[in-house]
């Protein structure tokens, strides 16, 4: 017999939630927190650990019953930040022509096709008049190797991620075709750390985007936090923007 792994409903994600809440929020702040959180847009949250889901907390009174209505952090507007980086900017211009869309073209019959990021692709052009860029690692590379090339870099595909190998999160970008197999190449955000260099002399700080797979994910290297976020934004960027998690092709568009 087969037994199959039984969904989370809504009252247990808050539970849990309510549980984080209890353990890691000291009295003081809980008591703020609630007092004030009809009045609050958004929290910004300072991490030197990767592994607490903070977005996952829920808000309640510290001394009453559990709220009615949800009040998780990340729908109260919680972003992280992280130590030794500058101070993120108040505003994010983006230019004409300095927007950018790297959508992969994964073969038919690869079993990677993603049919939703061409509706991506086609919103970014819409609403940033963003340019197509090639998917492959030369293209990426040389956009971010030296500032003002672009004020949004904006990537659809496939990622890969695991805090106990943070070093080796991947996307994967196009590749050749040999023999009649398709070979795919990747960009780990390792390489990205040691060459990103996106600060403009203007003081303008670009936005990156990758909507992919858990590559949102931060962990352990050997003396300090890795991942693609500490990549982009010791590189100069001014916010980051993905996924911790798995997530679907048309969630992701969405």
């Known amino acids: 017999m087969v ?80 130590h030794n980086i500058p101070w993120p900017p108040q505003a994010l211009p983006i230019r004409q022509g ?3 869309g790297i959508v992969p073209r994964y073969p038919a019959g690869s079993g990677y096709e993603l ?15 963003a340019k197509r860029a090639v998917a492959q690692e030369n293209t990426l590379m040389a956009m971010i190797e030296e500032p003002g090339h672009f004020d949004l870099l904006h990537f659809a595909g496939h990622g890969l991620s695991t805090g106990n190998d943070i070093a080796n999160s991947q996307l994967m970008l196009e590749g050749p075709t040999e023999n009649g197999s398709w070979i795919p190449t990747y960009l780990s955000a390792t390489t990205i750390e040691q060459f990103c260099d996106l600060r403009n002399e203007d003081g303008a700080r670009p936005m990156v985007v990758l909507n992919a797979c858990q590559v949102g994910r931060t962990g352990y290297q050997l003396t300090e936090i890795g991942g693609f976020s500490y990549a982009f934004l010791k590189g100069g960027a001014g916010a980051f923007v993905s996924s911790l998690w798995s997530v679907g092709d048309a969630p992701a568009r969405t």
């Open 98 to 100: 300095k927007a950018f």
């Open 3 to 82: 037994v199959q792994p039984r969904r989370r409903n809504g009252r247990e994600l808050r539970a849990k939630g309510g549980q984080l809440f209890d353990e890691l929020i000291p009295p003081k702040i809980k008591k703020l927190l609630w007092d004030h959180h009809k009045k609050i847009e958004s929290i910004q949250y300072f991490s030197t650990e990767p592994f607490i889901p903070w977005e996952m907390v829920h808000l309640k009174n510290p001394n009453g019953k559990f709220p009615r209505e949800e009040k998780f952090l990340g729908q109260m507007g919680l972003v992280r930040w992280l």
């Open 115 to 129: 049919p939703e990021t061409k509706k991506e692709l086609a919103f970014l052009k819409t609403t940033f008049e």
